[in-house]
Protein backbone atom coordinates (compact mmCIF):
# COMPACT_ATOMS: atom_id res chain seq x y z
CA UNK A 1 0.00 0.00 0.00
CA UNK A 2 3.06 1.99 0.89
CA UNK A 3 4.42 1.69 -2.16
CA UNK A 4 1.27 2.19 -4.01
CA UNK A 5 0.80 5.63 -2.46
CA UNK A 6 4.81 7.03 -3.31
CA UNK A 7 4.29 5.54 -6.77
CA UNK A 8 1.17 8.20 -7.43
CA UNK A 9 2.63 10.94 -7.27
CA UNK A 10 6.17 9.55 -9.19
CA UNK A 11 6.32 9.34 -13.16
CA UNK A 12 5.56 5.99 -14.98
CA UNK A 13 9.26 4.63 -14.77
CA UNK A 14 9.79 6.06 -11.08
CA UNK A 15 6.41 4.12 -10.16
CA UNK A 16 7.71 0.87 -12.34
CA UNK A 17 10.94 0.84 -10.47
CA UNK A 18 9.17 1.12 -7.21
CA UNK A 19 6.68 -1.76 -8.54
CA UNK A 20 9.28 -4.14 -9.48
CA UNK A 21 11.21 -3.79 -6.53
CA UNK A 22 8.67 -4.87 -4.12
CA UNK A 23 7.87 -7.76 -6.71
CA UNK A 24 11.55 -8.61 -6.24
CA UNK A 25 11.27 -8.61 -2.85
CA UNK A 26 7.94 -10.46 -2.24
CA UNK A 27 9.71 -12.79 -4.70
CA UNK A 28 12.88 -13.11 -2.28
CA UNK A 29 10.70 -13.74 0.41
CA UNK A 30 8.44 -16.10 -0.90
CA UNK A 31 11.55 -18.33 -2.24
CA UNK A 32 13.59 -18.11 1.52
CA UNK A 33 10.24 -19.13 2.89
CA UNK A 34 9.67 -22.16 0.94
CA UNK A 35 6.67 -21.00 -0.52
CA UNK A 36 5.71 -22.40 -4.27
CA UNK A 37 5.62 -19.91 -7.19
CA UNK A 38 1.86 -20.94 -7.29
CA UNK A 39 1.51 -19.94 -3.30
CA UNK A 40 3.50 -16.65 -3.98
CA UNK A 41 0.84 -15.72 -7.21
CA UNK A 42 -2.22 -16.35 -3.67
CA UNK A 43 -0.85 -14.00 -1.21
CA UNK A 44 0.00 -11.58 -4.71
CA UNK A 45 -3.92 -11.49 -5.22
CA UNK A 46 -4.82 -11.74 -1.80
CA UNK A 47 -3.00 -8.54 -1.53
CA UNK A 48 -4.30 -7.37 -4.09
CA UNK A 49 -7.63 -7.36 -3.85
CA UNK A 50 -7.04 -6.43 -0.11
CA UNK A 51 -5.79 -3.01 -1.70
CA UNK A 52 -8.52 -2.60 -4.36
CA UNK A 53 -11.35 -3.12 -1.53
CA UNK A 54 -9.04 -0.26 0.39
CA UNK A 55 -9.23 1.85 -2.40
CA UNK A 56 -12.75 1.37 -3.27
CA UNK A 57 -13.41 2.06 -0.05
CA UNK A 58 -11.90 5.38 0.23
CA UNK A 59 -13.53 6.62 -3.19
CA UNK A 60 -16.75 5.63 -2.17
CA UNK A 61 -16.29 7.49 1.51
CA UNK A 62 -15.28 10.52 -0.15
CA UNK A 63 -18.48 10.32 -2.39
CA UNK A 64 -16.45 10.77 -5.70
CA UNK A 65 -18.69 9.81 -8.59
CA UNK A 66 -16.58 10.61 -11.49
CA UNK A 67 -16.21 7.34 -13.64
CA UNK A 68 -13.20 8.76 -15.08
CA UNK A 69 -11.69 9.32 -11.37
CA UNK A 70 -12.86 5.43 -10.52
CA UNK A 71 -11.50 4.65 -13.98
CA UNK A 72 -8.27 6.07 -13.85
CA UNK A 73 -7.79 4.95 -10.44
CA UNK A 74 -8.43 1.17 -11.14
CA UNK A 75 -5.38 1.42 -14.13
CA UNK A 76 -3.16 2.89 -12.03
CA UNK A 77 -3.60 0.04 -9.36
CA UNK A 78 -3.80 -2.48 -12.21
CA UNK A 79 -0.39 -1.22 -13.89
CA UNK A 80 0.93 -1.08 -10.64
CA UNK A 81 0.22 -4.26 -9.47
CA UNK A 82 0.36 -5.94 -12.63
CA UNK A 83 4.54 -5.05 -12.20
CA UNK A 84 5.04 -6.43 -8.84
CA UNK A 85 3.24 -9.74 -10.38
CA UNK A 86 5.47 -9.80 -13.47
CA UNK A 87 8.70 -8.74 -10.98
CA UNK A 88 7.83 -12.06 -8.71
CA UNK A 89 7.13 -14.59 -11.15
CA UNK A 90 10.80 -13.28 -12.70
CA UNK A 91 12.43 -13.76 -9.04
CA UNK A 92 11.06 -16.95 -8.83
CA UNK A 93 12.04 -17.82 -12.50
CA UNK A 94 15.72 -16.08 -11.81
CA UNK A 95 16.22 -18.39 -8.64
CA UNK A 96 14.82 -21.34 -10.02
CA UNK A 97 18.27 -21.00 -12.92
CA UNK A 98 20.09 -20.26 -10.75
CA UNK A 99 19.25 -23.26 -8.76
CA UNK A 100 19.37 -25.50 -11.97
CA UNK A 101 22.80 -24.32 -12.55
CA UNK A 102 24.04 -25.03 -8.63
CA UNK A 103 23.36 -28.30 -8.96
Do not use: C
Amino acid sequence: MQGLMKSQGADDESAKKEARAIGSDYGSIGRRYGLSLTESIQAFLFFRNVLLDAAFHVFEQAAIKSPFAWSDMLKRINSFTDQILVSVVETYEERSRGDSLAK
